[in-house]
């Protein structure tokens, strides 16, 4: 099902990855203790403007700052929107 959303200028669209439910020795992480991902899957990309051409492409797995972007909803999943400088690495 594709998306009805196309992101302005340099802006990108992230599918966020689930977030850890278990740590690597095994404990269960508890809902109200999970952490933000910080990496997701590139949905929707923008033209980008004159002077910044777009250098990530939608299906990219990538890693952004904790903070960056704003989170909305769409047909019932979690989204960022963030423009394409606070992306940090492509996967």
């Known amino acids: 099902m594709a998306l009805n959303i ?3 200028s ?3 669209l992230i599918e966020p990855a689930a977030a850890e439910t278990k740590t690597a ?3 269960y992480i508890p809902e109200t203790a999970k952490e933000k ?8 990309v923008g033209k980008g403007t004159k002077k910044h051409e777009m250098t990530v492409k939608i ?3 990538v890693l952004y700052g904790k903070y960056s972007g704003t989170e ?3 047909e019932g999943k979690d ?3 963030m423009r394409e400088d606070d992306i940090l690495a492509i996967v």
């Open 6 to 8: 196309k992101p302005l």
């Open 10 to 12: 340099d802006r990108v």
């Open 25 to 27: 020795s095994g404990i």
């Open 37 to 44: 991902p910080q990496k997701g899957k590139v949905v929707a």
């Open 59 to 61: 299906g990219d797995e």
């Open 72 to 74: 909305l909803k769409l």
């Open 79 to 81: 989204y960022l929107i």
